[in-house]
């Protein structure tokens, strides 16, 4: 049985994530939430795509977690500032994880994290809140990422390194 989850965004970014959330890692999206004036067509990839301002009555923070699947804007602010939107409307930030990323058993996360294939992350890591690990990205051991960062594909962070 698939976990349902509601998205924040619908641009390349949340077509990305939800991909991996449907077909890899267990979630089914229920619908899309973005800024009032954003809604457009009321449709993205077949699910409803609702304002903020009404999100709560389709789909309740007491049934649905949240992702917050849009980019690094602005240093990942914009980001960082719609996951503390979504969270003082109540709902819990969900993280979603690629099994194919093979995280060692020791490797901590925080919310609303997003660690695509083939990332490769090491023992002892740690990930704050809001962390996107493209893919191909490494971090190396003993490694402490903080809140709202982006690792993007290709890049590489060495052992023992605080971000």
Request: a negative charge.
């Amino acid at each position: 049985m698939s976990q349902k989850v509601l998205f924040f965004g619908t641009g390349k970014m949340a077509e990305v994530i939800s991909y991996y959330a449907e077909n890899e890692c267990g979630f089914e999206a229920v619908g899309y939430v973005v800024d009032d004036g954003f809604v457009g067509s009321g449709d993205f990839l077949g699910k409803p795509v609702v304002a903020i301002s009404a999100v709560k009555e389709f789909f309740p923070p007491e049934q649905f977690p949240a992702f917050v699947a849009i980019g690094y804007h602005d240093l990942n602010r914009l980001r960082a500032q719609k996951c503390a939107e979504m969270l003082s409307l109540g709902y819990t930030l969900t993280s979603i994880v690629s099994p194919v990323a093979n995280l060692p058993q020791n490797v901590t996360y925080g919310a609303n994290c997003f660690i695509m294939p083939p990332a490769i992350i090491h023992p002892c890591v740690s990930l704050g809140n809001n962390v996107f690990v493209w893919s191909g990205a490494l971090v190396g051991h003993h490694s402490t990422v903080g809140d709202h960062c982006w690792l993007t594909s290709g890049c590489s962070v060495g052992g023992n390194v605080t971000l």
